[in-house]
């Protein structure tokens, strides 16, 4: 089963205005991921947060965790039309043997009209 | 620009057939992984091998599907026999391990279709 679950489904938006994703988790992680995939292709590693951190950001991405709550945020800022693609929020286990094994929520649609 | 490469990008078969699907990881890497995805059922984790040691299958149908790694350069996933149900795109993965935090590189997927 998917632990992660990004909400909302689908996000339709105009350039230049930002993009907010939400991904909630259900047990405990070493870091989260978020991976970007265009349509027909394979997923993208955009950005990495441990779980001792809560806040980093990349270029136009900020990526805010709250392990309390289990959430995770994910804004684009002044988005364009090519950040149109399904965004996918990922967990990583503490350890153990199941390191590396990471868990995918259901993806976030995004739309971005010129 | 390292990458992972599948073959082949896509497949036509009828039910019954026996369908191969083949992943280079990023030379380097010890763990690799094989997903499927639908839209149905999003993506799944099918099996994941490191240092070319199986890990966890428990994703994988046992009865039709089997997966491989025959070195490090090269891992395989089988289904024998293949149904319709089966018809998805499956991707292969390949981290660096710790040093990367799990973090994962995929390939353009292997696009499936049983008739």
């Known amino acids: 089963s998917q632990q992660g679950e990004e909400d909302p489904q689908a996000l339709s938006i105009q350039e230049g205005e930002n993009a907010t994703m939400n991904c909630s988790y259900k047990t405990s992680i070493n870091n989260l991921q978020w991976y970007r995939q265009n349509s027909g292709r394979g997923l993208v590693h955009l950005i990495l947060i441990r779980s001792n951190e809560r806040e980093k950001h990349s270029g136009r991405l900020r990526v805010t965790l709250d392990t309390s709550k289990k959430s995770s945020s994910l804004l684009i800022t002044a988005s364009r039309a090519a950040d149109t693609a399904s965004y996918f929020c990922a967990t990583a286990p503490p350890g153990g043997t199941s390191y590396g094994k990471l868990t995918f929520g259901q993806g976030t649609i995004l739309t971005v009209h010129p | 620009d390292a990458r992972v490469t599948q073959t082949p990008r896509h497949k036509v078969t009828e039910m019954g057939q026996e369908v191969t699907m083949r992943c280079q990881p990023i030379l380097g890497h010890n763990t690799v992984f094989w997903y499927r995805q639908t839209m149905m059922q999003g993506l799944e984790l099918l099996a994941y091998?490191?240092?070319?040691?199986?890990?966890?299958d428990s994703g994988m149908p046992k009865d039709r599907f089997s997966a491989e790694m025959p070195d490090a350069t090269l891992a395989t996933l089988k289904i024998q026999p293949s149904e319709p149900r089966d018809s998805a795109v499956y991707f292969c993965a390949s981290d660096g391990g710790m040093i990367r935090q799990g973090t994962q590189y995929f390939g353009p997927g292997t696009r499936l279709l049983v008739l």
């Open positions: 091998f490191r240092n070319r040691a199986p890990l966890d």
